[in-house]
């Protein structure tokens, strides 16, 4: 790639947040980086919806419309294909992509299986391309911090871990667009993606685990599901015989568990739960101690993504002292167009990565398939 990355994105929906992901997190880092990229051409599910996409969002002067794959894929001026769609569709396209020698940056996860992953990556390396996955961790200011913290050694040698969070509360109702929600196989579950990216970060900062068991829960075993947007669900259910619907057999975690030692030999215990707001009385969402040798580091927030928010909180404990680590966002510079909500800001942190060559914290397809290796260990109730 040069100093200019062209992009051609897949799955540029015109929808507001949250069913319009890609629009909300990695268009406006896109737009404000015309040095450094440029979109030039979309594909949607069909040309009309391509050519609203580029309408809506101002990109005639740049960009082409596609509604046919190969077509895209033929298209000389792109360097970079983006992918952020249902992860069922992850596949086929990612593998049209590499096999037509481009370069690929696809949201996470990254396909439903380990086994789809590994193809994947199989094709990347023997055609010699770069390859992205937006975790939405490893580039966090709570991670690089964290990092640095155990490295510099601020607690001496980590002896053991604790994390406890929550997962959204359990909904009396879904809706049919994201059934995969409530499916352990789809690859897209509260597994695959609440916890993993948290886990993700836990891994980071304090290694992989060598060995572990794991449990997983399904408290809310039927879901009734109906065919309405997710905004409308509130709607519906105040009067649940207006709507047809029909009821789904959860397969997907509610609680998940997970128990064992890390490199290094620190004891780890990792708990994700579901059926209240809050871990303890204060109100927290997230906490993860880390205990060393010469003392302890506290990670905790209130509100939130886990560990992707502006509540989140380290401190370092040593010598009966407690000191405060300051975490920079970045929300009022170079992701200022996030504002507050500085969990939309990981694509733009993954996209400032790629063009300045910065391969600390970018999740290439062989770290994105050591994670779904993980996920399905835990799923097989560890090793």
């Given amino acids: 790639m040069g100093n200019l990355i062209r992009v051609g994105f897949i799955g540029l929906s015109t929808q507001p947040f949250p069913q319009g992901w890609s629009n909300a997190t990695h268009l406006p880092y896109l737009k404000s980086s015309p040095l450094q990229y440029q979109i030039t051409a ?10 609203s996409a580029i309408h809506q969002f101002d ?7 596609f509604g046919d794959l190969d077509e895209f894929l033929a298209h000389p001026a792109i360097d970079l294909v983006v992918v952020c769609v249902e992860v069922a569709q992850h596949y086929p396209l990612v593998k049209a992509a590499l096999l037509k020698g481009k370069d690929v940056f696809c949201e996470w996860p990254l396909t439903k299986d380990s086994t789809e992953a590994r193809e994947l990556l199989q094709i ?13 961790s490893p580039l966090s200011p709570v991670t690089r911090e964290l ?14 871990t604790n994390l406890y969070a929550i997962l959204p509360p359990t909904v009396p109702a879904w809706n049919e667009h994201a059934i995969f929600y409530l499916d352990i196989e789809s690859g897209q579950s509260p597994l695959h993606c609440r916890v993993a990216h948290p886990l993700e970060a ?11 068991s794991s449990r997983l829960s399904t408290h ?10 997710l905004a409308q669900l509130p709607d519906v259910l105040k009067d649940e015989g207006s709507r047809p619907s029909r009821v789904v057999e959860r397969t997907a975690p509610d609680e998940v568990l997970i128990q064992g030692h890390l490199e290094g030999g620190a004891a780890a215990s990792v708990h994700f739960h579901t059926g209240s707001n809050a871990v303890d009385a204060d109100g927290r969402n997230l906490r993860w101690s880390i205990t060393g040798t010469e003392g302890d580091i506290e990670v905790s927030q209130t509100a939130g993504a886990l560990l992707r928010d502006l509540s989140v909180r380290v401190r370092v404990l ?9 975490l920079d966002w970045e929300d009022k510079g170079e992701f200022g167009m996030f504002g507050e909500n500085v969990m939309l800001a990981t694509p733009a942190r993954h996209y400032r990565a790629i063009a300045s060559g910065n391969a600390d914290g970018i999740v290439a397809f062989k770290h994105a398939l050591k994670r779904h290796e993980l996920l399905e260990r835990i799923v097989k109730g560890g090793s």
């Fill in 42 to 51: 979309v594909l949607n599910s069909t040309l009309a919806s391509s050519q």
């Fill in 124 to 136: 990347a390396q023997e055609k010699g391309l770069k390859t992205y996955t937006c975790l939405e």
């Fill in 318 to 326: 040593r010598g009966g002292e407690a000191e405060d680590v300051r």
């Fill in 147 to 160: 990092r640095y913290l155990l490295s510099t050694g601020a607690i001496g040698s980590v002896i053991s």
């Fill in 59 to 65: 990109l005639a002067s740049t960009a082409t419309a």
């Fill in 220 to 229: 809310q075993r039927s879901v009734r599901v109906y065919d309405v947007a």
């Fill in 202 to 212: 836990f891994c980071r900062a304090l290694g992989e685990f060598t060995d572990f």
